[in-house]
């Protein structure tokens, strides 16, 4: 059964925005962190950018200044503003969710919540 329902990736030229949303199920009760992760063709997974229930904000140095992590609380759904996009933006996103705040800044696991990930593809 799907949990997390993921949207928004897609081709976009560089220097160009894409904002992803991903709404969790009701199913999923007391969902605290939510994040992103990414991860490109022989590359680790990697976690872009993460929000606690309370709103504070962690980034990956590779985005700061670039992306926005937002959420509402009252949908579920957790957003990804991506401005001035580069090629190397390119990559597998995921939408995780957990029951604990601390995944917000120390990363999402195996116990937490992921999503079936959404292209991304910025092309120079």
């Known amino acids: 059964q799907v949990q997390l329902v993921e949207s928004g990736g897609g081709l976009v030229q560089a220097g160009g925005s894409l904002r992803l949303s991903c709404e969790a199920s009701?199913?999923?009760?007391?969902?605290?962190?939510m994040g992103w992760y990414r991860q490109a063709p022989g590359k680790q997974r990697e976690l872009v950018a993460g929000?606690?229930?309370?709103?504070?904000?962690n980034y990956a140095d590779s985005v700061k200044g670039r992306f926005t992590i937002s959420r509402d609380n009252a949908k579920n759904t957790v957003y990804l503003q991506m401005n001035s996009l580069k090629p190397e933006d390119t990559a597998v996103y995921y939408c995780t969710a957990s029951h604990r705040e601390l995944p917000a800044l120390r990363g999402f696991d195996q116990t937490d919540y992921w999503g079936q990930g959404t292209q991304v593809t910025v092309s120079s």
């Open positions: 929000i606690t229930s309370g709103g504070n904000t």
């Open positions: 009701r199913i999923i009760d007391n969902i605290r962190a």
